[in-house]
């Protein structure tokens, strides 16, 4: 099943990149199948088997997610759009964007509201099926350590106060009604102006999606020594005025120094544990008494923590100037 996992990623893979460059030729689960060595029927049950829905809705949803941020970031036509995302007529596409959220592409470009969006799956993930590593290949890139000052900005969220961990965190919140992960996660990717946002799409800091944990005396106690909630959202400029949506927060995070811990790009398989164990033994490790900075752990301070392969992986703490 492992196996069957890594095949259907691979096809989740092609399917982003056909679609993004318009390629339809090869975007049908026979030119998939064939790919893989496999008969169309056989690829189809172990897609469905494995992703949970039929090949044709991932991919007619997909080509929708992708659609709506052209209506919302372009002046193109609909019909433009609609040929270039596959659709065979203006009204085709017209009625498929109304069924799946709720609005026309007309009423969407007047008022982008938060919709959600069909982000990414990822059937074969090593880290969250408990694989581990493929050996232990050293990073090239060592750990970049460093003081910034960044200004203030919005916090756009859900928290919880019981988890423990990322997968904890969504496990958590997979039982509360609307704030599941992939219900979130779409929401997150629909919203526009995110400040760490790459043009990716899904669970990742490319999609301008970070993890945060606030620090709080309600909050968890954690293996660093204070207490926070863990928290899922995005950074958004500090005069942002759109809808939040009902499931959500938001807070006004005010200009402040942090301490950056931050590793390169890796292989997300071969290195993201061992990557993470050497991050937080550098940031355990580090010597604030040979700076001017100490770590403020006061009610309402943020970290936030990237998570990229293509990019880093880091984390982001508040500190403060010791007195």
């Known amino acids: 099943m492992f196996e069957w996992r890594r095949h259907v990623q691979l096809i989740v893979d092609e399917i982003d990149r056909c679609i993004m460059d318009r390629n339809d030729a090869e975007l049908t689960l026979r030119a998939l199948a064939r790919k893989m060595g496999y008969s169309e029927f056989h690829m189809t049950r172990k897609f469905k088997e494995i992703s949970g829905m039929p090949f044709r809705d991932y991919l007619r949803s997909r080509k929708l997610a992708f659609a709506l941020k052209e209506v919302r970031d372009s002046g193109r036509s609909f019909l433009d759009i609609a040929f270039d995302y596959g659709f065979s007529s203006h009204e085709a596409f017209i009625r498929a964007f109304k069924s799946t959220f709720g609005v026309t592409p007309g009423e969407y470009r007047k008022n982008p509201k938060p919709v959600v969006l069909r982000t990414k799956i990822n059937p074969f993930d090593r880290y969250f099926l408990g694989l581990g590593e493929i050996g232990m290949i050293q990073s090239a890139d060592d750990i970049s350590i460093y003081f910034v000052t960044i200004p203030a900005h919005k916090f756009l969220h859900i928290r919880n106060y019981e988890s423990n961990g990322y997968w904890d965190f969504w496990q958590k919140q997979s039982l509360i009604p609307g704030q599941d992960c992939d219900t979130i996660c779409g929401l997150l990717d629909s919203i526009k102006g995110k400040l760490d946002d790459e043009g990716g799409s899904g669970q990742d800091s490319g999609s301008g999606q970070i993890m945060g944990y606030i620090i709080d005396p309600k909050g968890r106690m954690c293996d660093w020594g204070f207490r926070r909630i863990e928290c899922y959202g995005c950074r958004l400029p500090m005069d942002w005025q759109g809808e939040v949506p009902e499931q959500m927060l938001i807070m006004d ?71």
């Open 253 to 323: 995070v005010p200009e402040a120094e942090y301490i950056v811990f931050e590793h390169g790009p890796f292989d997300y398989e071969q290195e993201n544990r061992s990557v993470e164990a050497k991050v937080e033994q550098a940031m355990a490790a580090f010597d604030y008494s040979a700076t001017e900075y100490e770590f403020d752990p006061s009610p309402g301070r943020i970290i936030y923590f990237y998570h990229d392969p293509d990019r880093f992986f880091k984390y982001v703490r508040p500190v403060r100037r010791r007195k």
